[in-house]
C-alpha cells in the first residue's frame, strides 16, 4: 500500500492527470501511440487543403484552417474526453463541402462555410443532450453500413478524377485516360502507396504523398519550365515556383462564413446532411476504436462517449470560424491503440505534432494534385470494411443500401445518394407490408429526403 502511495506521489503531472498507469500504459507508450497516430492521419494536412481549394479557399489559408482545428479539436479530446482520439477535419465532408455545396450547387464558399457552422450548432445541442441514442437507433444499421461505403467509393472516385486517370468520354460517360506522364506517375505513386499500406508501414499515406511528389518533378522538368507541377484545378496545369518553403500563417479565411446567408430554405438539406455525416461518423468511430482497444465503460459502451460526443460537435462548429469544413474523430487513431494507447495523452500528442505545419504552407503547396490521388485512393479502401456487415439476403434491408452505396459516388452527391437510400427504405419497407419496423424519426428523415431532392 506505501508502495503505491510512494509511486503515486513520484508520478509526473501527465501520469497522474491522466491516469496512465491505472490505464495499464507508460509516458512514453503514450507518446508514442501519440506520434503514431499523428503519422496515419497526416496525409490530412495536404490533402484537406488540396480539397478545399477548389472550393475557393486559398491553400495557405485552409492548410492553417487545418491545422489549427486539428490542434484544438485534438486537444480538447485528450483533455477533456480523455480519450486517445485524433480529431481533424473529415475526408467526406471536405469533398461535400467542395464538389457537392460549393462546385454543384453554386454556392459561394463563405456561405458554406456558414452551413457547416449552423450544422455544427444543431450537433452540440445534440451532444448536449445526449440523444445519440435515440437517432442510432432510428437509421437501419445496413444503412449506415452503406452509407459508409459510398462516401469511400466517393472519395476514391475523386482521388482517380484528380489524377485525370478517369476522364469523360462521350459514348461510355467515362473512361480510363490514355497512358501520359502525369497518369504513369499517378499509378506508380499509388502502387508505392498501396504496398506500404499493405505492408502496415506507419505513416503509408504520408509516405506515399512524398514519393509521388518527387516523382512528380520530372513532369515539370521534361514538359514545363523546370517547377514542380501542380494542377491547381482538375482543369488547369499550373506551375508553382520553388521561391520559399516556410512562410506565416495565412488567416485570411478566418471568421469569412455567411451565417445569415446559410439559412436559406435551399441550404437546409446540406445542412441536414452534414449533421447526419458528422454525428454518425463520430460515434461509428468512438464506437470502432472503443472495441478495438477495449475502452468500454462498466456497461460495455465506449468510454466517456458523452464527453467525446461533446468534443467533436466543438470541433465541427469551431471549424467554419477558422475556415474549413468539419472536423470529426478519426478511425487511423486505432493506429496509436494498437501501438498501445490508452489515455488522452495520445490524442495531445498528436495535436501537437500538427503545429509546425502551421508555417509549412509553401513546401506544402508543392504538392501536386497526382499525389494526393493514391492517398484518397486509398482512404476509400479504407472505409469499405462496413460492407461485410450488410445483410445482403434481406432484400428489403439490401436493396436500400445498395442504392445509396451506389448512387453516391455514381451521381456524383453524397446528398443525392443518402436523400434516395432513405427513401428507398421507407418505401420498400411499406410496400412489403413491414412499416412498423420504420422508427418515427426515420419516416421524418424521408420526408426531409424528398424535400432535398426537390432542391437538387
Known amino acids: 500500500m506505501e508502495n503505491q502511495r510512494g509511486a503515486a506521489a513520484n508520478a509526473s503531472l501527465p501520469e497522474r492527470f491522466f491516469?496512465?498507469?491505472?490505464?495499464?500504459?507508460?509516458?512514453?507508450?503514450?507518446?508514442?501511440?501519440?506520434?503514431?497516430?499523428?503519422?496515419?492521419?497526416?496525409y490530412i494536412i495536404v490533402v484537406n487543403p488540396a480539397i478545399l481549394s477548389q472550393a475557393g479557399i486559398p491553400f495557405p489559408a485552409a492548410l492553417s484552417a487545418t491545422v489549427l482545428v486539428s490542434f484544438a479539436g485534438s486537444c480538447a479530446m485528450g483533455l477533456y474526453a480523455r480519450n486517445p482520439v485524433l480529431v481533424a477535419p473529415g475526408m467526406g465532408m471536405n469533398a461535400l463541402f467542395a464538389f457537392v455545396m460549393v462546385h454543384a450547387g453554386n454556392m459561394p464558399w463563405q456561405t458554406a462555410l456558414g452551413c457547416v457552422f449552423w450544422s455544427g450548432v444543431i450537433f452540440a445541442v445534440l451532444a448536449a443532450f445526449n440523444v445519440r441514442r435515440l437517432v442510432v437507433d432510428a437509421i437501419p444499421a445496413n444503412l449506415r453500413h452503406a452509407l459508409s461505403c459510398g462516401i469511400g467509393?466517393?472519395?476514391?472516385?475523386?482521388?482517380?478524377?484528380?489524377?485525370k486517370f478517369v476522364v469523360s468520354d462521350p459514348v461510355?460517360?467515362?473512361?480510363?485516360?490514355?497512358?501520359?506522364?502525369?497518369?504513369?506517375?499517378?499509378?506508380?505513386?499509388?502502387?508505392?502507396?498501396?504496398?506500404?499500406?499493405?505492408?502496415?508501414?506507419?505513416?503509408?499515406?504520408?509516405?506515399?504523398?512524398?514519393?509521388?511528389?518527387i516523382l512528380a518533378i520530372p513532369i515539370g522538368r521534361l514538359w514545363g519550365d523546370g517547377s514542380v507541377y501542380w494542377p491547381v484545378t482538375m482543369a488547369t496545369p499550373t506551375l508553382v515556383n520553388w521561391n520559399g518553403l516556410v512562410a506565416a500563417p495565412d488567416f485570411s479565411a478566418l471568421f469569412q462564413l455567411d451565417l445569415v446567408g446559410a439559412l436559406k430554405v435551399a441550404y437546409w438539406p446540406f445542412i441536414f446532411v452534414m449533421l447526419f455525416t458528422s454525428f454518425f461518423d463520430a460515434l461509428s468511430t468512438f464506437m470502432a476504436v472503443s472495441n478495438a482497444g477495449n475502452l468500454l465503460d462498466a456497461d460495455g459502451n465506449p468510454r466517456n462517449i458523452r464527453q467525446s460526443m461533446i468534443v467533436d460537435a466543438f470541433s465541427a462548429l469551431v471549424s467554419a470560424p477558422l475556415g474549413t469544413s468539419p472536423a470529426n474523430a478519426y478511425i487511423e487513431s486505432a493506429a496509436g491503440i494498437s501501438a498501445g494507447g490508452r489515455t488522452g495523452l495520445v490524442a495531445v500528442v498528436a495535436a501537437v505534432c500538427f503545429l509546425p505545419f502551421l508555417f509549412l504552407s509553401p513546401l506544402l503547396s508543392l504538392v501536386p494534385a497526382i499525389a494526393t490521388a493514391p492517398a484518397l485512393v486509398l482512404v476509400g479502401v479504407f472505409m469499405m470494411e462496413p460492407i461485410t456487415r450488410i445483410e445482403w439476403h434481406r432484400f428489403d434491408e439490401a436493396?436500400?443500401?445498395?442504392?445509396?452505396?451506389?448512387?453516391?459516388?455514381?451521381?456524383?452527391?453524397?446528398?443525392?445518394?443518402?436523400?434516395?437510400?432513405?427513401?428507398?427504405?421507407?418505401?420498400?419497407?411499406?410496400?412489403v407490408g413491414r412499416a412498423r419496423e420504420v422508427k418515427p424519426a426515420m419516416w421524418a428523415a424521408a420526408a426531409l429526403s424528398g424535400l432535398l431532392l426537390a432542391q437538387l
Open 19 to 42: 491516469s496512465v498507469r491505472e490505464s495499464g500504459s507508460s509516458v512514453r507508450t503514450e507518446i508514442l501511440a501519440g506520434i503514431t497516430t499523428f503519422l496515419t492521419s497526416m
Open 172 to 213: 461510355t460517360i467515362v473512361r480510363a485516360a490514355s497512358l501520359n506522364p502525369v497518369i504513369v506517375t499517378f499509378l506508380a505513386g499509388l502502387a508505392v502507396t498501396t504496398v506500404l499500406v499493405a505492408r502496415r508501414i506507419t505513416g503509408a499515406l504520408m509516405i506515399g504523398i512524398v514519393v509521388t511528389t
Open 399 to 431: 436493396i436500400p443500401a445498395f442504392i445509396a452505396m451506389i448512387l453516391i459516388p455514381l451521381t456524383y452527391s453524397i446528398t443525392a445518394g443518402i436523400a434516395y437510400g432513405f427513401l428507398a427504405f421507407v418505401v420498400l419497407k411499406l410496400f
Open 153 to 163: 467509393l466517393f472519395i476514391s472516385l475523386i482521388g482517380l478524377v484528380n489524377a
